[in-house]
């Protein structure tokens, strides 16, 4: 076998970057820059991560069963290098970034714009890396959706189809589009929806933004410190609540959370 073309056609393999974290019986954590990564199932939902055998992070996800994949955002590979070499917690934070337990007991950095939280349930392990498969308990995205207005909804939602790949799901009767790429949403608003008689029309741009968030309470105090007021709260006929806050320049923040004994059951892919 040719050596150089075995490399360049594995590197020819697209990856996307991770931080995996997991934290063992000890109050150790492991905090590693991976990218072997991908799901394998719908129904348990599965992913797999290739992670190095004599790696810290192998030591603890075996013990603790426990890990965390953090999603990078395309601005974060300072974290992804962050993480190439292993350090020492400090307090709740690894090489300065704040982290919060997960359900399940592992750490969830903070900054990385989407998560998932796994039970290790099978492991293979050939080679100089081990395949942890995971099953997904739960995950988390920071931003739920964006309410954008435009003069040509059905230009706008094109560009996002035919540009970021989002996949149309309705037109509503207002003729506002929504579309998804399955994290994130998108709803492209017309200039005069929502706007009652007498009122200007609003103008193209952001209408506004949502956040899903795990404790309100203290996003609530977040806001207010940072100058925002509360403007109301919306039931969205669920378990799943958003109150709205209006910030600098009067944009508008919905901060979603759940209310009540358990969330709904989310929709399944």
Known sequence: MDADAKKTALR????????????????????????????TAFQPPL??????????????????????????????KGMAFTF???????????GGEAFRKGSLGAPILEKTPAFVECMLI???EKGDHSIFVGEVKDAGVKIRHIAYRAADVDAMAKFF???????????????????????????VLPLRADTREGEPTKQPGIDHIGFSVDNDQEQFRL???????????????????????VGPEDI?????HWQGAAPVAKEEQ
Not at 51 to 74: P, R, W, Y
Not at 84 to 94: C, D, H, M, T, V
């Open 252 to 256: 508008i923040i919905d901060i979603g």
């Open 223 to 245: 806001m207010e410190a940072a100058g925002a007021r509360k403007a109301g709260a919306i039931n969205l006929g669920t378990a799943y609540y958003e109150d709205k806050f």
């Open 84 to 94: 190439f070499k292993p350090l020492e917690r400090e307090g709740n934070s690894i």
């Open 47 to 76: 992913v797999v991560v290739g992670v190095k055998a004599d790696s810290g992070a192998h030591a603890i996800i075996k013990e603790s069963k426990v890990f965390a994949l953090n999603i990078l955002g395309k601005d974060q």
């Open 12 to 39: 020819m393999i697209p990856y996307g970057l991770y931080v995996l974290t997991a934290e063992g019986k000890d109050g150790k954590v492991a905090a590693a820059t991976v990218n072997w990564v991908t799901q």
């Open 122 to 124: 099978d492991s293979i």
């Open 161 to 187: 189809v035919d540009a970021m790949g989002m996949k149309m799901i309705q037109k509503r009767k207002n003729n506002a589009i929504d579309l998804s790429d399955g994290s994130v949403n998108i709803t």
